[in-house]
């Protein structure tokens, strides 16, 4: 319930004062010399968001590539095909798997205000190890 009301009270000192939250002002927040935490939080978290976009866009080249093998193997033998169901599956799975780390991350600093950081930067850090992973599948096949 304090947390509650902690956040209830920073949205409305935000709301109130006219203006924006540090973390909600890109451009005053200098991320190569952050030294508050909400500065450091707010970059860890836009180093999370930087990553989950190149994965996505990493992940939408590997399941093309995943349909041309779907398609190429289809062609020898139907039961080959399942290249598209088996990504699908571990992304998923791995899904599942970065979502409880990160969170298990945070309870280094739990209720703290160091806590988000620590998350967004297990993210992120475990986004980019995923993209290198989806890439190297791709080139693998030669995409």
């Known amino acids: ?3 509650a009301l902690l956040l209830a009270g920073l949205i409305l000192f935000g709301l109130g004062s006219g203006s924006s939250p540090v973390w909600a002002q890109d451009e005053a927040v ?3 010399n952050a030294m508050a935490q909400s500065e450091m939080n707010f970059c860890a978290n836009k180093d999370y968001e930087a990553a989950d976009k190149e994965l996505n ?3 939408k080249k590997t399941m093309a590539a995943m349909k041309d093998t779907d398609k190429e193997l289809g062609a020898i033998n139907e039961n080959y095909v399942g290249a598209v169901d088996a990504l699908k599956k ?6 599942d798997y970065r979502d409880g780390q990160c969170e298990l991350a945070g309870f280094e600093a739990r209720g703290g205000s160091m806590e988000p950081m620590l998350v967004s930067g297990c993210l992120a850090d475990l986004t980019k190890k995923r993209t ?4 190297g599948l791709t080139e ?4």
């Open 1 to 3: 319930m304090n947390r």
């Open 30 to 32: 200098n991320c190569e």
């Open 57 to 59: 866009a990493i992940y």
């Open 90 to 95: 571990a992304q998923r799975a791995w899904i």
């Open 132 to 135: 290198a992973e989806l890439k």
């Open 140 to 143: 693998g096949l030669g995409n």
